[in-house]
């Protein structure tokens, strides 16, 4: 086999995606990763970063388009990181996600899948409702949007065409205060400046709540209270504070700086109660969907209790709560468990119980489950976890999964403690990026 080198250039195909969003060729049996690629290029690339069994390579010209190229619609895409995929068609957009759910379960987790159902966004646009802008500069001359890919240099964006509206129309104003505040922007490099990051959320009826990250304990309140006077939809301030190097975008530390101290937002008919740290999905109509998908799913009966792991503020906690008798969630985020418990009294849901604390450690506490609900990080369920599942050995468990890699790792350790993966949905929710979000069911194999 022949080695690519740094430096060479070579013509090839594109024949995949890989789950990062790279599209995958192979030249003489070594794999090319090649950002901005579309399966069924066929085009030259030179190799940036060689290994003995994979390199990464850039496109330097398009010999042939695949048919499943389409124009991006943002001006900035191939500039700007959080998109990778709008050169893609929806519907091929949707099977390379397929794929690479179907792959990673049978691969890493030694899983044949059952059926995967495809649940698409109903238009691939305008659907997130939660941007976080890093900010950097000096004052009066911030530059603000979302980083270049593979980097932290900013590209300033003033409009996102995957945002919601709310987030679009207020993004602008907001800036605009924040240039003429004489606030500094944060320097990375040397660890100084003010300001980190400008996050906006979106809620019920287009309400807005804004939280300024700084590197430091400052008064923002004048700040704070002009932004909640003139920019349209925002009826919450927050101040966080994070001194810390690193990706990290919030800090511990939190002061409310003006409006009202919660978001309200509803999924799938729950009213929910939000504080700036609390965890939701940034794509509220597809986890409705996700939420009513899982709870026929779980077909709970009124003498169940329902253990809700990674309950966040309580989304999926309310929804079933009607159908079981008692729902015990466990969250790490005290605030999110303050909002659960809150979003449950409003509603006049009262067999809803909350336990702030690692998931890893609480469910320790918990004596018994007919049903298990999980919806981590990224990073997926932690390994002693299971060991507990095992033990509370509840008919079904469900897993609402953001990372294929980490599901599937999952689901082979379900498998080892006696679970049987019965049904899979694909669940867009981030349509023009190569994240993937599914729902998988595992049923206790009787034995």
């Not at 309310?318 to 079981?324: E, K, N, P, S």
Request: hydrophobic share 45%; charged share 20%.
């Amino acid at each position: 086999m022949a080695v690519l080198k740094t430096g060479q250039a070579v013509e090839l195909t594109l024949e995949s995606l890989a789950a990062g969003g790279d599209a995958v060729g192979h030249y003489d049996g070594q794999a090319v990763f090649v950002p901005f690629g579309a399966p069924g290029d066929r085009a030259r690339v030179r190799v940036g970063e060689a290994h003995r069994t994979y390199c990464r390579a850039v496109i330097e010209q398009l010999l042939d388009h695949s048919p499943d190229r389409v124009t991006p619609r943002c001006p900035l895409f191939g500039r700007c990181g959080g998109c990778q995929w709008q050169l893609l068609s929806y519907p091929a957009q949707l099977e390379q996600k397929r794929r690479i759910l179907h792959d990673a379960l049978a691969r890493i987790g030694g899983i044949a899948p059952p059926g995967i159902v495809i649940v698409p966004d109903p238009t691939g646009w305008g659907y997130r409702n939660k941007a976080q802008f890093p900010v950097a500069g000096r004052p009066g001359e911030l530059r603000a949007g979302f980083y270049r890919r593979d980097s932290h240099e900013i590209v300033p964006v003033s409009h996102c065409p995957i945002a919601v509206e709310p987030v679009n129309r207020a993004w602008p104003a907001v800036l605009g205060i924040l240039q003429s505040s004489g606030l500094a922007g944060y320097d990375e490099q040397r660890h100084r400046g003010l300001l980190r990051h400008a996050v906006l959320r979106s809620g019920s009826g287009g309400a807005l709540s804004l939280t300024l990250v700084t590197l430091h304990d400052a008064d923002l309140g004048p700040v704070g209270r002009r932004l909640a006077a003139a920019v349209p939809g925002v009826v919450s301030v927050w101040q966080n504070i994070n001194p810390g190097r690193g990706n990290a975008i919030l800090g511990s530390r939190w002061r409310h700086l003006c409006g009202e101290p919660h978001l309200p937002a509803t999924v799938a008919g729950s009213r929910l109660r939000l504080s700036p740290g609390a965890f939701l999905q940034a794509n509220l109509p597809q986890a409705a969907q996700a939420y009513r998908l899982l709870a026929e799913a779980l077909a709970t009966q009124p003498h169940e209790t329902v253990l809700d792991l990674y309950c966040g503020a309580g989304a999926i906690a309310l929804l079933v709560a009607g159908r079981a008798r008692a729902v015990i969630g466990i969250e790490e985020v005290p605030q999110a468990v303050e909002d659960a418990a809150a979003g449950a009294a409003s509603s006049g849901i009262a067999n809803c119980r909350f336990i702030a604390g690692a998931v890893e450690r609480r469910i320790m506490d918990v004596g018994s489950a007919s049903v298990v609900v999980l919806d981590p990080p990224r990073k997926g369920a932690g390994a002693s976890l299971w060991p507990e599942i095992k033990r509370l050995a509840p008919r079904t468990v469900a897993y609402l999964s953001c990372n294929a890699a980490t599901l599937a790792r999952d689901a082979a350790a379900l498998t080892e403690s006696g679970y049987r993966l019965e049904r899979l949905w694909l669940l867009d929710f981030f349509p023009q990026t190569h994240h993937v979000e599914a729902l998988a069911v595992f049923q206790l194999v009787a034995t």
